[in-house]
């Protein structure tokens, strides 16, 4: 499945607006840093309440940190996100699903999950669009490249039982490597090695365990890839 030798797995969550960071600046490296990337499609919600935490959203001075956080984070890694006004209404739930299922029909390697997922994160992060119901999903679907039968066929795949199981087993094996904290969690695999980073503040942590060199969030010239 995996050629370059170094792997790098990251569980997220598109209600995390630093795992949309983590994600962006992930493929940006993808090629500099030489590494695979498997998408592993997590439920933040089941990981807080796992590890015993609560969300920053529901703590009223990491929420308003978040604001000015974000929006500095947004200009320094060019990616426009913004918090919306109704944070505490996003259940990301069905959303993960719908990528989970994604990530089963996905023929391409991850291609579709990558586009489905930034979808959905711009929605929830930029433009502060509903990422809770069907229709939603079938306008990320189809803005990802699907036609409008494979839209149908994910949606019905995403509520059945294997998918909510699928869901769940990832989200646990988050909380069975200890992600003590929320998402993202990144877990790099190099020689048979493995080395857990979570946040998106620990890539020149990354790059000297995989043997790579930070160059800042744009490695190279910067592309439209949001």
Same mark, same amino acid.
């Given at each position: 499945m995996f050629s370059s030798g170094k792997v790098v797995e990251l569980f997220y969550d598109v209600a995390s607006p630093y795992s949309w960071l983590a994600f962006e600046v992930l493929f940006r490296y993808r090629n500099v840093w030489n590494i695979d990337i498997e998408l592993k499609p997590a439920y933040i919600r089941g990981v807080l309440?796992?590890?015993g935490n609560r969300a920053p959203v529901l703590i009223p001075n990491k929420l308003l940190y978040m604001a000015s956080d974000l929006k500095l984070l947004s200009e320094y890694f060019g990616v426009p996100m913004f918090q919306p006004s109704? %944070?505490?209404e996003k259940d990301s739930l069905n959303a993960m699903r719908f990528v989970t299922a994604v990530a089963e029909k996905d023929?391409?390697?991850d291609v579709l999950?990558?586009?489905v997922s930034r979808e959905l994160f711009r929605r929830m992060w930029c433009t502060h669009q509903? %990422?809770?119901?069907p229709a939603s999903f079938t306008e990320v679907?189809?803005?990802?490249g699907l036609s409008a039968s494979e839209v149908e066929k994910i949606l019905t795949l995403a509520k059945s039982q294997p998918i909510k199981d699928k869901l769940k087993s990832v989200t646990q094996e988050a909380l069975e490597n200890k992600?003590?904290?929320g998402l993202p969690f990144i877990v790099c695999h190099v020689n048979g090695k493995a080395e857990v980073f979570f946040g998106s503040d620990r890539f020149e942590l990354m790059a000297y365990f995989i043997g790579e060199k930070w160059m800042g969030p744009h490695p190279t010239?910067?592309?439209a890839t949001v």
């Open positions: 309440h796992g590890s109704n %944070i505490y023929k391409k390697g999950v990558e586009r509903d %990422i809770m119901q679907g189809l803005k990802a992600v003590m904290l010239k910067p592309t």
